[in-house]
């Protein structure tokens, strides 16, 4: 799929990234189209809390288009930790949204601004796979300072595209993933929520989705995960029959299925986080991967970067 998206255009744009060291980033720069000139920032080199860096970037790298995969993602710690999240997740948004339109404005090169946000949004208590223009309805302070992005994003920029993403995983960073092949190997037994339903998504398919939409630059809001459904006792048994084919692990541990309440968390998750993704596929034209066939091929990418290292 990547092959196929990066021949989809060969004019050159260049592309300013926030969040390059996160997991998401750090997908989007080892999969970069040739067309695409990257310049990649992070919290170290940008605070896009402060408008002036903001419009400083703008205006030393004149961009075509803004990938914003910064964000404020420890779910439980945001409810101890609300004004960092909030600080990442709407304030930075704001002002990199304001610092755009202001840009756009002054008939600047236009650039086009596309934020990444999350199934969070979303109360979960829905049975249907949620659309993008389904009533959002956080439960706590992650989806809520997603939300108020989401918000000053379309209320500051009008060239603005948001995708809404769930259940990230990759070979980069800490994610669920990693973490089942460590307790694989260093516990004797697990236990895992069964009562909580997504679609396990690798970090690949939304950033070839990311790089189509750098091409098209469609405005409003769309959804990426990869097809399929799963609880996280699905997932966690998939994690480990893959990756004991693939000789990742030695054995396979017993899973127990755990309820919600039996494994109390500081924040709220949704029971369902199924995200409609029709509006995304007629956009891509093609059918976003199955969600086991991508997990089957990101531990081939593990163990190839494992066996290399």
Not at 73 to 79: F, R, S, Y
């Amino acid at each position: 799929m990547t092959d196929q998206l990066r021949s989809s255009s060969d004019a050159p744009v260049k592309v300013l990234l926030t969040g390059a060291n996160g997991q998401l980033g750090s997908e989007l720069r080892a999969t970069c189209p040739a067309h695409i000139t990257l310049v990649s920032t992070h919290r170290g080199t940008l605070d896009m809390t402060q408008a002036e860096q903001v419009s400083t970037a703008l205006a030393m790298h004149r961009p075509d288009v803004i990938i914003n995969a910064a964000a404020y993602t420890a779910v439980d710690k945001a409810e101890s930790e609300a004004e960092s999240a909030y600080a990442s997740n709407h304030l930075a948004v704001k002002k990199l949204a304001q610092a755009v339109s202001e840009w756009n404005a002054n008939g600047q090169n236009a650039v086009y601004l596309l934020h990444v946000s999350t199934d969070f949004v979303f109360d979960g208590k829905q049975s249907t796979p949620y659309t993008p223009t389904d009533p959002t309805h956080p439960q706590g302070v992650y989806g809520d300072s997603k939300f108020a992005g989401e918000q000053a994003v379309q209320a500051y920029c009008p060239t603005a595209g948001i995708v809404r993403t769930a259940w990230l995983y990759s070979v980069y960073g800490n994610n669920f993933v990693k973490t089942i092949l460590r307790l694989a190997s260093e516990r004797d037994a697990l236990g895992v929520v069964v009562d909580q339903v997504g679609s396990p998504t690798w970090t690949r398919t939304l950033a070839d989705t990311l790089w189509a939409f750098v091409v098209q630059k469609p405005l409003g809001i769309f959804h990426c995960s990869d097809n399929g459904v799963a609880s996280w006792y699905d997932f966690a048994i998939a994690i480990q029959e893959e990756a004991l084919a693939l000789g990742l692990i030695k054995k396979l541990i017993p899973v127990t299925p755990l309820r919600t309440e039996e494994y109390p968390t500081p924040a709220r998750r949704p029971a369902f986080s199924v995200l409609d993704k029709r509006t995304t596929e007629d956009r891509l034209g093609y059918k976003l991967p199955y969600w086991r066939n991508s997990l089957r091929e990101m531990l081939m990418e593990l163990k190839q970067k494992t066996t290399t290292v």
